[in-house]
């Protein structure tokens, strides 16, 4: 691989990286089979994503003909890996099994965001070629059952936190060219998912002077919902858990900004009964700041917050999930959904369309990045972990080759 990130630093042409031999074995972040087991018993929260969590030398794996092989110069850490790092809800490597040859091995290469450089692209490739600078929409639709699709890296084998990842041609989007490596992987997942959410009619379609209520807005799904949200003329109201996080949200020019645990919001009573007071308190606060009751909420804390979420929106809004980080069997008053006629919307990563939609808004720099702390590769076990407790704001960057920040901007 070494000879592969020279020649991309140096910016070699794409003929004298075609030429250069492919490695027979590069670092790749892991999920072992054999740790699978050791979980058994160890309640979730107790499972530490870092101990889940390899750097091993992964041999290269074989390349279709609509796939690529992509040289990873940056990736980006999503809650993907942490699921797959602490076999929870379910271990990947059940997907990888049902997916069969080339992806069931007893390894899983995770992550789910790259940007690179394509070093080799299989014989049914048109629109890509060698010396491509792209970034990965993680989207990886399924070609022989147009109803399926699945998360790359997540349920897919050699995905993006690795010197090197395959990638499906249909995938790749072009690299915002104003961005570094680690910021332009640090976008595709979360900026699409919440563009479908916010924008899109698969989500809630949102519309001019909209009230979005945002949880978790300087995350990676809420940190890019609440942009769409004011670049299409809506209001935000976002949720956070810290005036660090409140004074990052205000950076983003949100205006409305709850503190969920300065305000001290207690939506449970204790573990079967939620307290409606609460929820009135949320609904209470959020009209003294935006004037009315929210049009839309973005929901992916799940458990603990869908409650109220369901109850605060406005007659006729729409509430649009695509997580429960908190817990996925969750608890909602259906009064407040069928008699006020409010609509519960999944949502799940974003289709082709949607993906190259927001990719256009970042490569235009309508839409910024939010990375806040970037880790060397082998430092991603530590990442997850950090993810997973909600130490971190905005996006968690890793590099892979490029060998520091700041290096990939084009224009
Ligand atoms: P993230 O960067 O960790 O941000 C999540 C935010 O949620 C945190 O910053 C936190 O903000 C807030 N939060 C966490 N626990 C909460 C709780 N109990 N109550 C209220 N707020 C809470 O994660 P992310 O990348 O945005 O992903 C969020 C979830 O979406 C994950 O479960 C992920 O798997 C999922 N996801 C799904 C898709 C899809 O297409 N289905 C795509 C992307 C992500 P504060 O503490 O500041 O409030």
Redesign the pocket.
Known sequence: MEAIRAAILQGAPPAEIANLPLPEAYRAVVVRKGDVEAWAGVPAADRDPAKGLHIDEAPLPPLAADEVYLAVMASSL???T??SAISHPVPTFGFLRRLGEPHDRPYHQVGSDAAGVVIRAGAGVRRWKVGDRVVVNPNQVDAEDPSAAR?WGYETNFGGLAELAVVRASQLMPKPAHLTWEEAASVS??AS?AYRMVVSRNGAGMKQGDIVLV?????????FATQFVLNGGGRPVG????PE?AARLRELGCEHVID?VAEGYRFWRDEHNQDESEWRRLGARIRELAGADPDIVVE???R??MGASVYVTRRGGTIVT?????GYLLQIDNRHLWMRQKRLVG????DPVEANAANDLIGRGVIRPTLSTVYPLDRTPEAARD?RD?R????LGVLCLAPRAGLGVEA
């Not at 949720?239 to 810290?242: A, K, L, P």
């Not at 695509?322 to 908190?326: E, K, R």
Request: proline share 2%; charged share 10%; aromatic share 6%.
């Open positions: 999503n809650y993907t942490v699921w998360v997942l979360c998912t949880w978790g807005a300087t995350g990676g799904v809420g940190g949720v956070v858990s810290s996080r969920r992916h804390p799940g603990e917050t695509c997580a429960a980080t908190s949502s799940n990563l974003a993810m909600n971190h704001a905005g996006k």
